[in-house]
């Protein structure tokens, strides 16, 4: 697989709450992209899916770039053993710094926040501000209300049907890995959108 020196931007929850198998999931993702030499780009979380993804890559021998605003370590929310930490003013900055090198982006599941920056690049993506792969990572059909939704968005023509091409669905950490790998051709053309 070529996926060495690629940064991928990962979205997720940093609730601590939730059910174990999305912690299994976020550590089996953390652990491939040591594996297979992936530079895992998030906001720099201790806790829920973020610090268990963190930990499992550090753990496997692989890089870390938290990126994190201030207000988020002045609570202590940061991780403290990452391998690049980049601290942004505000949250705005924050999400357009983790874009701003990445091959591309996997939405773990998570809540308000994770559905806000998932929505988000999917926009930019429609916009051409980002032209790489968005990979919607269902672990137990949790972004399936979502996947829906999007549909019928299509179907009552609120987007276009090419707009479906926008975003990718794995339903394991292996499938995510290996739709990075797939890809040989990270640009997009979004000529066919006129």
């Known amino acids: 697989m070529e996926n060495r020196n ?13 059910d174990p ?16 030499g992936i530079t895992c780009i998030n906001g720099a979380g201790k806790q829920g899916l973020m610090g268990a993804l963190n930990d499992a890559v550090l753990k496997n021998g692989g890089r870390v770039k938290g990126i994190i605003p201030q207000f988020m370590v002045d609570a202590g929310w940061g991780h403290a053993h990452l391998t690049e930490t980049i601290i942004t003013e505000t949250i705005h900055e924050r999400k357009a710094a983790m874009v701003k090198s990445a091959d591309a982006v996997i939405a773990l599941p998570g809540g308000v926040g994770t559905l806000e920056e998932l929505a988000e690049i999917i926009t930019w ?4 501000l980002y032209q790489k792969p968005v990979i919607v990572l269902n672990i137990n059909n ?29 339903s394991t950490p292996q499938e995510a890995v290996a739709l990075i790998g797939a890809i040989p051709d990270w640009s997009y053309d979004y000529t066919k959108y006129d």
């Open 6 to 18: 690629r940064e991928v931007v990962v979205y997720c929850a940093s609730s601590a709450e939730i």
């Open 125 to 128: 993506r429609q916009l051409g």
């Open 142 to 170: 949790y972004y399936q209300p979502l996947l829906s939704f999007l549909e019928k968005m299509i179907s009552e023509k609120f987007m276009k049907e090419v707009y479906r091409e926008l975003w990718q669905v794995a």
């Open 21 to 36: 198998l999305y912690f299994d999931a976020a550590s089996k993702l953390g652990a491939l992209f040591a594996e297979n």
